[in-house]
């Protein structure tokens, strides 16, 4: 937000806690697909419309059929129930060329002696394929062979017991293979997800990350009862996130990012109590956030930035005790910054700029945060003073309040902890001095205290920051001359002085050193002289030199 060119939007890049963008990354632990050779997809085998039907063929469809339909898989009318009308209407749903291929193509499993659970999954699976170009994909080895589903590409399986097929009355446990993970990131899928996504009672990893799936996610996903890592970022999904996603009760990560979602938020997330990351930003979410989101327990990073979310910040967030990032930057909340969320000790990360949030920052409310790093609320309509209490905040590394509307001294007892790396409080109305004790601000690298109304003199003390990179104090009130310890800062790539009402000259030992230095000196009786700046200004504006001096090509780090 304040256009320094080092990464400010919507959070720090420098910080060391990973910065502002929120990661769009797989968690380290998703695996990527293996490159191997494309298989060639079968395709059924379908007989010409009006010759004889093997009656064989027609009882293994018709019991297929009865399988499927009992397991509840796919509803009646995505199948044709007769095995004449299979053979004789080219298929045109995915559930059809699956339902084709396992009974006239695939001569694995046996509808009569095969357990119902194992049947669905090859079926389902195959459903996947169909549905999903998988004919397209840039890699489908082993897809439709006629091994074991398990083989192929991107399926994980485990030993497990299930029911087998026996007679009535009587039932009976064998243990077979089946599906815990799929996993086909950038893989080139296309299509739905399907129902039958919902025909794995095993899976706990679904990652479908980086594809081209589109339309609404499927209410089935709630049938995935042992699922903890749902990843299907960087799709087309629309529409409302089901609130049957709300009945994942096994569920510790979401990360449905950059897709299209919208609508609100459903309140049946706050059911999701072992959910630790909730990842759903870059969407087109609105409504206001559900109260219910604090009885999430146990989530730890909590990333809603970039949707169209408005109203105020429910105070019940602060129940979420165990939250370390919270990002919220790039919505349209409103409504003063809830004192409720006092609670939250373990906060690293606060993120709510370009936001349209009131009011003063309470001191209760941040005074808990005794894990923050990185406090991040520019662009937004705050007022009243910065917080002391920062001060007392033994992590905090970076404080950006750019373009708000505080007034009153800064409280530079927020440099007392050591660990202050940026301060931008630009674009306020600010006042006051800078102090001569301003060098116990050592650790300070970015000093942006432009576009406010502090004056006065800038203190020799300033040359002791020998960590700081980057001084903005131009537009402001200052008076007197350039300090010359300024020289001493090893560290300085940028330094911005214009618009004030500073006299002097600029240090000739700056020059060559710096990637950028600003001044009053534009016109001949230019109050500041200097010989090697790359914007001078003067009453009316400001030009850049010409010839521009030798400055270093380095970019502001």
């Not at 060639?40 to 419309?49: I, N």
């Not at 109260?291 to 930035?305: A, C, Q, V």
């Not at 005074?367 to 609320?377: H, K, P, R």
């Not at 109305?429 to 006065?456: F, Q, V």
């Amino acid at each position: 937000g304040d256009g320094d060119g080092d990464g400010d939007g919507g959070g720090e890049d420098d910080s060391s806690e990973g910065g502002g963008q929120t990661p769009g990354q797989p968690p380290p632990t998703t695996p990527g697909p293996s490159v191997a050779p494309i298989a060639p997809s079968p395709s059924p085998t379908l007989e010409p419309t009006g010759s004889p039907l093997d009656p064989a063929k027609y009882d293994r469809y018709r019991k297929f059929v009865d399988v499927i339909m009992s397991s509840g898989v796919t509803p009646a009318g995505k199948v044709a129930s007769s095995a004449v009308v299979a053979m004789s209407v080219p298929a045109t749903t995915g559930q059809q060329e699956a339902l084709n291929w396992i009974a006239f193509d695939d001569p694995l499993l046996d509808p009569e002696v095969d357990p119902a659970l194992r049947i669905a999954q090859r079926y389902a699976a195959a459903v996947l394929y169909y549905n999903m170009a998988g004919e397209n994909w840039k890699n489908n080895t082993k897809w439709l062979d006629p091994g074991h589903e398990c083989g192929w590409h991107g399926i994980t399986c485990e030993k497990k017991q299930i029911v087998a097929r026996s007679q009535p009355q009587v039932q009976v446990t064998v243990e077979e293979l089946m599906v815990t993970e799929i996993v086909l990131n950038d893989n080139n899928l296309v299509g739905l997800l399907p129902r039958e996504i919902g025909a794995f009672p095993w899976m706990d990893t679904l990652s479908l990350q980086s594809n081209l799936l589109g339309g609404q996610l499927t209410p089935n996903i709630a049938n995935l009862t042992r699922l903890e890592r749902l990843w299907i970022d960087g799709n087309k999904f629309v529409g409302p996130i089901p609130t049957e996603l709300g009945r994942l009760a096994a569920l510790e990560e979401a990360d449905l990012h950059q897709n299209t979602f919208s609508w609100q938020l459903p309140t049946q997330i706050g059911n999701l109590v072992k959910l630790r990351r909730f990842s759903a930003y870059d969407n087109k979410f609105e409504g206001t956030l559900p109260t219910e989101i604090g009885n999430m327990e146990s989530i730890r990073e909590l990333f809603l930035d970039t949707n169209k979310i408005r109203g105020s910040i429910p105070s019940e967030l602060g129940d979420a005790v165990q939250l370390e990032d919270l990002r919220l930057f790039h919505n349209n909340l409103s409504g003063p910054f809830p004192a409720g969320l006092s609670g939250l000790s373990k906060l690293r990360i606060f993120y709510a700029d370009n936001n349209d949030l009131t009011g003063q920052i309470p001191a209760t409310a941040v005074a808990g945060w005794m894990s923050l790093v990185d406090f991040e609320m520019f662009d937004n309509n705050i007022g009243g003073t910065l917080p002391a209490y920062f001060g007392f905040l033994p992590e905090l590394a970076v404080i950006s309040m750019a373009n708000n509307n505080m007034d009153g001294d800064i409280p530079w007892i927020i440099c007392q902890t050591g660990k202050l790396r940026k301060i931008d409080v630009s674009g306020n109305s600010l006042s006051g001095p800078i102090p001569n004790d301003i060098d116990e601000c050592s650790s300070l690298e970015r000093l942006y205290l432009d576009h406010n109304e502090m004056g006065s003199t800038i203190p020799t003390q300033i040359g002791l920051l020998s960590q700081l990179k980057v001084l903005r104090l131009n537009n402001n009130n200052f008076e007197g001359p350039i300090p010359s310890e300024i020289k001493n800062m090893a560290n300085l790539v940028m330094i911005q002085l214009e618009r004030n009402q500073l006299g002097g000259s600029v240090p000739v030992e700056l020059c060559g050193r710096l990637t950028g230095i600003h001044a009053d000196c534009e016109v001949g009786n230019a109050p500041v002289v200097c010989t090697c700046c790359t914007l001078c200004c003067g009453v009316e504006e400001c030009v850049v030199p010409n010839p521009l001096p030798q400055m270093q090509k380095a970019s502001v780090p």
